[in-house]
């Protein structure tokens, strides 16, 4: 399953409330060729790490596409940028946050395209409590932990609520 996880925490004069944003970008995607074959709930989600920034919506979606990997992360940034996201400051307030979960049981080191899976997705809540909506079985590619595992093992700083 190729996972593909959705944020935003800022208002946006062409798209609307982050809810909506993240719902364009599913489009936009789509537009592009990319199938959406499922897609979490969302979930109102604290900033990570945890500051006074305005609370984030986050989803997952799990797509099919023949794009690789890499290229496939590419589309996403360009995604973004058509949103408007511009990057300056790690972890900053964003209008939209596209990031490349897994794709299928990959495991890339990012000598030649991404990280696979995303290095830190088993240490945030706004990435697991989605993914289990999608599939409760799932497994991490390289440790073989179980997602109900992954999810009990989350700091207790992670806030996130189904929206």
């Known amino acids: 399953m190729i996972l593909i996880a959705l944020g935003s925490n800022l208002f946006s004069d062409a798209y ?14 789509e537009k592009r060729g990319v199938s959406i074959i499922a ?8 900033p990570v790490p945890l500051s006074d920034q305005p609370w984030f919506v986050n989803g997952i979606i799990a797509v099919e596409t023949l794009l690789p990997p890499g ?16 990057r300056k400051v790690r972890n900053e307030a ?3 946050d596209l ?6 049981n990959t495991v890339m080191n ?3 395209g991404p990280i696979l899976p995303h290095p830190r997705m088993q240490e945030r809540a706004f990435v697991l409590l ?15 932990a179980a997602i109900a595992d992954l999810i ?12």
Request: with cysteine.
């Open 16 to 29: 609307g409330s982050p809810q909506d944003i993240c719902v364009a970008a599913i489009k936009a995607l």
């Open 39 to 46: 897609r979490s709930r969302w979930f109102r989600t604290a």
């Open 71 to 86: 290229e496939l992360l590419g589309l996403l940034h360009e995604v973004e940028a058509e949103f408007g996201r511009t």
């Open 94 to 96: 964003r209008i939209l």
């Open 99 to 104: 990031d490349l979960i897994a794709y299928n």
């Open 110 to 112: 990012g000598n030649d």
């Open 130 to 144: 989605p993914l289990a909506d999608i599939d409760s079985q799932w497994r991490h590619p390289v440790t073989g």
């Open 152 to 163: 009990a093992a989350l700091p207790t700083d992670q806030r996130a609520e189904p929206d």
